[in-house]
């Protein structure tokens, strides 16, 4: 089954053709032989961190999962993140049934009910949610405490957003196999309304010294810092300069891992001295019919001893006039056709997934390898 439009497979064809005539760059690239078998790692220490994109379920998905539950989205995926230690998504609007939104001027508003989404997500293996994106606030301070209520009821942990900015601002510390992990999470999109301010909540905005001065307190705490960036354009590849920018500057202070979302497709991947960027994850299971979001990524990060060892990134089918909210892994050949769009618009930030297994693969140790 074709999962991309003739639009997208002209643009693919282009780039290959680019490529072939274009003259060759340093990239880092890795082989199969990179992986032995890690298939056990919740006996061992190796932490298993899995990241998704957008995650709204509401908006013309809602008739669906009315019908089909609000478990359906996650059925062709669960396995890909229930067999990782921590899960993280980016939770695009309140969990609330608050009718009152924050602004009738805001061209899209977003809310899904937490007593139908909040089980689902934990359901499907999700531990923190990242808040820190431009729909939290939609309905509101009452839609933002409604959400932390839901999610502390289900053991959820969120990182990016509180009642001041202190607490936004603040990371959430995970232990486990006697390693800690920081997350920290940070908004640079619109209304500024929705940022938290000493004395107002909403999300943690961005500032490039306020990243570093966090990364830095964290990294004293932690093994592993992950910071999660909402911001970039929507629907473009192009990166704004603020997001590499921000991305080393936090890398330069410590932090392993960067995810990026907010474009509702996928963005460049890169290594930066130690560390991972993905810039943006695409959208993951959200409820529009957009033809522009035809594939997100599912990415899998692994760790040993406070450094990161590998990242398997598995393209999804996110095309809702196809799968219908319920996101599909891509077989072998259309999951090539992703990682090489990939490494594509990864070119000028020299990186290159290797693709093994149907999925773009980092590996930056050779003792350390996966089975996926």
Not at 102 to 116: E, Q, R, W
Not at 212 to 234: I, M, Q, Y
Not at 258 to 269: D, E, F, N, S, Y
């Amino acid at each position: 089954m074709a999962i991309f439009s003739p639009k997208y497979i002209l643009l693919t064809l282009s780039l290959l053709l680019l490529s072939a005539c274009a003259t060759t760059t340093t990239t880092t690239s890795h082989t199969d032989t990179d992986t032995p078998d890690t298939s056990n790692t919740k006996q061992s220490n190796i932490i298993k961190i899995t990241a998704v994109g957008d995650i709204m379920l509401g908006g013309t998905a809602r008739p669906y999962l009315e019908e089909h539950g609000y478990d359906y989205p996650f059925e062709k995926t669960r396995h890909l993140l229930q067999d990782s230690d921590i899960v993280i998504g980016n939770l695009e609007g309140p969990l609330t049934d608050n009718k009152k939104p924050f602004s009738k001027d805001k061209t899209y508003l977003f809310k899904t009910p937490a007593s139908k989404v909040t089980p689902a997500l934990k359901k499907a293996g999700f531990t923190i949610m990242n808040l820190a994106n431009n729909h939290i606030i939609d309905y509101g301070i009452k839609g933002l405490t409604d959400t932390i209520q839901a999610l502390e009821e289900h053991n959820l942990q969120y990182v990016g957003a509180g009642m001041n900015l202190k607490q936004a601002r603040s990371a959430r510390i995970v232990e486990l196999k006697g390693q800690k992990i920081a997350f920290l999470a940070y908004s640079l999109t619109f209304p500024e309304e929705f940022w938290a301010t000493s004395t107002s909540p909403g999300t943690a905005f961005g500032h490039e010294a306020q990243v570093r001065e966090d990364v830095r307190k964290n990294k004293a705490l932690a093994d592993t810092v992950v910071v999660s960036f909402h911001w970039g354009r929507e629907k473009t590849t192009k990166l704004r300069d603020y997001q590499p920018r921000l991305a080393y500057a936090a890398i330069d202070e410590g932090a392993s891992i960067i995810l990026g979302h907010h474009p509702h497709i996928l963005q460049a991947v890169e290594e930066y001295k130690h560390g991972i960027i993905l810039y943006s994850l695409g959208n993951y299971t959200f409820g529009s019919f957009s033809k522009s979001a035809a594939v997100g990524g599912i990415a899998t990060f692994y760790l040993e001893s406070g450094k990161t060892k590998q990242l398997v990134l598995h393209p999804v089918n996110v095309l809702n006039q196809e799968v219908l909210f319920q996101p599909v892994p891509l077989n072998d050949m259309e999951a090539a056709t992703v990682i090489e769009h990939i490494n594509q618009i990864s070119e000028d930030r020299n990186t290159k997934l290797t693709l093994i297994n149907g999925a773009g693969v980092i590996s930056k140790n050779q003792s350390v390898a996966i089975k996926h």
